[in-house]
């Protein structure tokens, strides 16, 4: 079933206001008619099933309950369009709760579309069942973001052909990604000084696939990394 993220406040019988856009999506692109229904949830009131009446919507009844959502961190360097796009879509599915640009020494690019990269979390959130949406926060320069890092997080820094020895995962978890060009010699220091450094194995990866193997290590792999 169609499933939308509806930020406003879902209780059974409520009415609820799309935006313009979700309304064109719903009547215009898949044809809704009289009675069928599609499933609108955020995370403080779950996910509801909210039929189509007339020319309004409301709320029926509630097939999940809101949960508490564990905190994890993914900060990285902004990455060419594609390539962000696919980072943004697989840390979403994967668990993230917030998402931190980076800026960096060699990050490839420094504008960073926040909209379009919030856009691109609502829709995997849509689309894999989760209940929240991760917050995609204002972009930072490295040294900015190690010297405030959020509180109560264990940090862990992606080092290529690190030769790190196995560590312990603990959590709420955050995991540092660098640009395409990898990081300076400068930058390692930092990132040994604010957080645990890691190493991915002997080849290189592309960013976004160091992204996908930190978090994917995350669920599969909770004991250590």
């Given amino acids: 079933m169609t499933r939308l993220y509806i930020n406003q ?12 856009e979700q309304r064109h999506y719903l009547e215009r692109v898949l044809r809704f008619q009289i009675g069928q229904s599609f ?3 955020n995370q403080v ?30 900060a990285f360097a902004p990455l060419k369009h594609d390539a962000m796009t696919f980072l943004i879509e697989k840390a979403t599915e994967l668990g993230v709760t917030n ?32 209940l929240d949406i991760p917050t995609v926060h204002e972009p930072v320069a490295l040294a900015t973001f190690l010297q405030k890092l959020p509180q109560g997080v264990h940090w862990f820094a992606a080092i290529e052909r ?4 196995r560590c312990q995962l603990q959590y709420p978890t955050g995991f540092i990604i660098g640009p395409e060009g990898g990081w300076t010699e400068k930058e390692k220091q930092l990132l040994k000084k604010y957080s645990t450094n890691l190493s991915l194995g002997k ?10 193997v930190c978090l994917s290590m995350k669920i599969y792999f909770p004991a250590s990394i």
Avoid: M
């Fill in 9 to 20: 406040t879902l209780s059974a019988g409520q009415l609820v206001e799309l935006s313009k």
């Fill in 99 to 130: 998402l931190q640009p980076i800026l960096t020494e060699r990050t490839n690019t420094q504008r960073v579309n926040l909209e379009r990269l919030q856009k691109n979390a609502i829709e995997a959130s849509q689309q894999c069942e989760r």
């Fill in 45 to 74: 009131c779950g996910e509801w099933e909210i039929v189509y009446e007339k020319s309004c919507y409301r709320c029926v009844t509630q097939t999940r309950a809101p949960c508490l959502i564990e905190q994890s961190w993914l």
């Fill in 162 to 165: 690190s030769e790190e020895k």
């Fill in 39 to 41: 499933l609108g949830f």
């Fill in 203 to 212: 080849n290189i990866l592309r960013a976004e696939t160091a992204a996908v």
